[in-house]
């Protein structure tokens, strides 16, 4: 089961990413911050540390003029929390893998957290 201050914390993570608030992200998150983002099982980006993850996420806000994370199940593994998501975005910028602006993407995936001492110690996001 997953306390209500573990999900708020998460809803509140969620809710500052889809409207690029790149500070109010970063006030949720603990000091050693470990991000990984996997795609097709591989992992393709790792941040360390908050200074890493606000490099990232601040990069992130220009390569997309909206963006959406919807939890839509979440569930309790171990010391982790399991939330699956649909992902919409509509891109600002052309992509390498031949994406372009003004394309939309949407994704369902799944974004993996874990709490420690109130903060987000860990964020792994699958697609």
Same mark, same amino acid.
């Given at each position: 089961m997953i306390c209500s201050e573990t999900k708020e914390i998460i809803d509140y993570y969620i809710e500052a990413y889809n409207s690029f608030d790149v500070l109010?992200?970063?006030k949720l998150l603990h000091k050693d911050i470990l991000f990984r983002n996997f795609s097709n099982g591989?992992?393709?980006m790792e941040t360390n540390g908050i200074q890493e993850f606000r490099e990232l996420a601040e990069k992130s806000t220009?390569?997309?003029t909206s963006r959406r994370q919807t939890i839509i199940d979440c569930s309790a593994i171990d010391d982790k929390i399991e939330a699956m998501? @649909? #992902?919409e975005?509509?891109?600002a910028v052309d992509l390498p893998n031949g994406?372009?602006?003004g394309d939309k993407?949407?994704?369902k995936g799944k974004s993996v957290f874990r709490i420690v001492e109130g903060k987000i110690s860990l964020i792994? @996001? #699958?697609s």
């Amino acid at each position: 089961m997953i306390c209500s201050e573990t999900k708020e914390i998460i809803d509140y993570y969620i809710e500052a990413y889809n409207s690029f608030d790149v500070l109010g992200m970063i006030k949720l998150l603990h000091k050693d911050i470990l991000f990984r983002n996997f795609s097709n099982g591989e992992v393709n980006m790792e941040t360390n540390g908050i200074q890493e993850f606000r490099e990232l996420a601040e990069k992130s806000t220009k390569i997309f003029t909206s963006r959406r994370q919807t939890i839509i199940d979440c569930s309790a593994i171990d010391d982790k929390i399991e939330a699956m998501i @649909d #992902y919409e975005g509509m891109l600002a910028v052309d992509l390498p893998n031949g994406l372009k602006a003004g394309d939309k993407m949407q994704l369902k995936g799944k974004s993996v957290f874990r709490i420690v001492e109130g903060k987000i110690s860990l964020i792994e @996001d #699958y697609s």
